[in-house]
């Protein structure tokens, strides 16, 4: 029995005898009786055991430490207290004990110590309600894509082309590294190549748009990028979606369909974690959310943003210039204009990838960025450039070789046609709805340059 | 508008203009119509669109190739033929052209071709139904598992565990390969250690059930062995939810469960798929996959099962063995002697990994395995041993260091219990699900020694 079916038909359940298995969270013994917070995990709260000395074993639940495993049975009644119900004990059994020493004991730590514990910080409020959100927030995204009949493609891990050059990666092999005697020979590894794992999958699941016509990935990817900060991890998980008839437009549309689904689903699915996570981690933080999914997005132009940023009085560290990227002052400052969600569209050719589409002007690919206020840039997507000889010449622009990627351009020959995508990472996204500012803490076991635990 | 929808409520579009964006999958053009079957996507099966010289541009219309993607205004209506509805077409317009020598035209193809082909190869009917189920039997997992309160943790992929030696691993580096001289310096590797390419995400799942009750993992996993046979590949997907407070028996029975879910939820949700790959991958798919539906599940244990083998007439190639694993030919008897699915439980221990519950007997541990009619092992799982020294001293005897693994022996100190698990391939399910009998022609671009395409 699921401490959480309980809970969603209490009435059924009220004045009747309930059995549960669960941890101590906390626990105050008294003289003739007990108070025990108590969590199956199927819930983010959990529920009060108040026992007494007509306990058979009094004497000793009364010394069972935080961290034990009991099996509870006992009545659901409502509670005088600030909880709405209880459980007023008959039989509680102990089924796993726990010492002392046990670190996660129910006082504050600090994050990076829980970081440490990787394995154990689960069971902390703040990590159950971070990783139970991750959990929710994954299958409001599968939801989405299913109930708009996105076809869902594992695009592959191991790869032997590197995209669009979107960032170092790490090498995979079976070489024996120690008989390597200079310039290895690929021809011995176990692929017969140079192999790496992805950074994204996009080229691979491009194709599989080609005729499902609406497809997505979600999957793991990675970059060998040898930065210590906030946002970024060595192995993360990228929601890539690919529509074909589907222009720039259209693009934007399906992102801000998706983002506010996913954010409403998560809301609704998760009412005590995200309780929990406004009132410890970022105060307004529902608030902040119910605003993102009643808004309307805003779109503008790259020339539109920059001159915004140039008509402002703001003394940037970086002047906004026509032609070039933008920085996060300026995201910041553009979410904060327009005090909401903006797609900043049509960016300078040469800060993008090949693969886009090649505006009219000469000068800019219809690509688009989404900042969001407080979070910046949450997804990026483009409109892929469907016309072969186009990309080709543009490919050659960039000195990049066509080479091993002929089946890519191919698209563009045999019933290619206009299509779109956009990528989205999936620890961003949680950042933005937990308020956890390290990706560190919403990724399970992370794993960052030096790190690699558990 | 995607057909699909349109299909799912025609009598509201019946004998109105409908807009599709599509390809073409054949054509055959007479003197003063054609018929061209067309399919965005959405569906297995597409729609007939009937054309004549009405049309402004007839003649360019007939000459329209496989392959080319259309743009298609016309009236859905009843069709005359042996299809049901069919699109009376207004206006055809090009979108993108194919040419003559396209690969995927509408004739069989050998699927050692397609393989090659693979990034095209899902435009045949055959992989537009293979991934297809695929994809919706992924997004069934999810849902079974949302369903039942289990929360979905993603487990790393690269990893400095080996897990159980349960395979031969990949190993992942940022070294420069042509200048390690001798043994490599790990330290100075990205991750300051040697780091692979995870074979199994139980050991870091078991912590979270330890708090969530019920979890599972559902991501890549990796071997680096060099086998070519139709089950093996180097990258595919595992299921691998743990279960709190679970035994053996309760873990029988959710395996049971799920599978059902999930071939159920196939069979409602792909009739066509399914239909088209019984009538051409295996005959009699479809009530295959009923009757397992339908039947329950057989429990025996193993040494029950070697006498049964032991007791038959048949002349096996290997002669079953008290203590001894089983062999193909044993696990096909089996499941035919018993006319349905068979939980073999309580596996000698010596052949089975070091986490496993040991049973009282001292010989045997509380594993099982699932065997399927025409499918062998389908799935395997263990109650885990929660006895801390129960467990050291078995990795002992197994000659394994613990140092490295302190953190999954805590989790018995720390409020443990009893506990189990499984996993399931989740290839090797799309095989049983779709009669597809080679591991590369279930998984998008399949990775296999000496083979890392696109």
């Not at 809970?7 to 549960?20: F, Q, R």
């Not at 996105?150 to 960032?167: K, Q």
């Not at 979600?218 to 074909?244: Q, V």
């Not at 989404?370 to 469907?386: I, K, N």
Request: hydrophobic share 35%.
């Amino acid at each position: 029995m699921d401490l959480k079916d309980i809970l969603k038909n209490v009435d059924n359940y009220l004045d009747t005898e309930i059995e549960l298995n669960g941890w101590i969270r906390n626990h105050r013994p008294q003289k003739e009786f007990g108070f025990i917070a108590f969590n199956d995990g199927t819930t983010q709260n959990g529920i009060q055991i108040v026992y007494d000395n007509n306990l058979v074993n009094f004497e000793e639940v009364s010394h069972y430490l935080v961290g034990c495993s009991l099996n509870v049975k006992g009545l659901l009644v409502k509670s005088q207290g600030k909880e709405d119900y209880e459980i007023k004990a008959q039989k509680i059994t102990l089924l796993g004990a726990c010492p002392e020493d046990y670190p996660i004991q129910p006082k504050r730590h600090t994050r990076e110590f829980l970081r440490e514990q990787a394995y154990l910080r689960p069971r902390t409020n703040l990590f159950t309600a971070v990783f139970r959100v991750r959990s929710v927030a994954a299958y409001a995204i599968h939801k989405f894509f299913n109930e708009n009949n996105f076809v869902y493609v594992h695009t592959p891990i191991i790869t032997s082309s590197d995209c669009e050059g979107a960032g170092e990666m790490f090498q995979v092999t079976t070489l024996d590294l120690e008989r390597v005697n200079g310039k290895p020979d690929y021809s011995k590894d176990f692929f017969g190549k140079l192999a790496s794992l992805t950074v994204s999958g996009q080229l691979q699941v491009e194709p599989f748009a080609m005729n499902y016509k609406k497809v997505y990935t979600f999957g793991p990817t990675f970059r060998a990028e040898n930065s210590n900060t906030k946002t970024h991890a060595s192995e993360f998980w990228m929601i890539e979606p690919e529509m074909a008839f589907t222009d720039l437009n259209g693009d934007m549309e399906i992102m801000e369909k998706m983002l506010k689904y996913v954010i409403s689903y998560v809301l609704e699915n998760c009412t005590s974690e995200m309780q929990f996570l406004d009132s410890f981690v970022e105060k307004g933080l529902i608030s902040k959310l119910n605003k993102l999914v009643n808004s309307e997005f805003t779109r503008i132009t790259h020339e539109e943003c920059i001159k915004i940023l140039k008509e402002s009085n703001e003394k940037f560290e970086f002047t906004p210039e026509y032609g070039e990227d933008i920085a996060k002052e300026h995201e910041k400052y553009i979410t904060e204009y327009f005090d909401g969600p903006v797609f900043i569209y049509n960016w300078p050719k040469d800060i993008k990838a090949f693969y886009m589409k090649q505006n009219d002007d000469g000068k800019t690919v219809a690509a688009v960025d989404l900042e969001v206020p407080g979070a910046g840039e949450l997804m990026g997507g483009s409109q892929r450039e469907e016309n072969y000889e186009k990309l080709v010449s543009r490919m050659k622009e960039m000195n990049m070789e066509t080479e091993g990627l002929e089946w890519y351009l191919n698209l563009r020959k045999y019933g290619g046609c206009v299509h779109s995508g956009f990528g989205m990472g999936f620890e961003r996204l949680l950042i933005y709805i937990t308020g956890v500012d390290n990706i560190r803490d919403v990724i399970p076991y992370p794993r960052t340059p030096k790190n690699c635990e558990f």
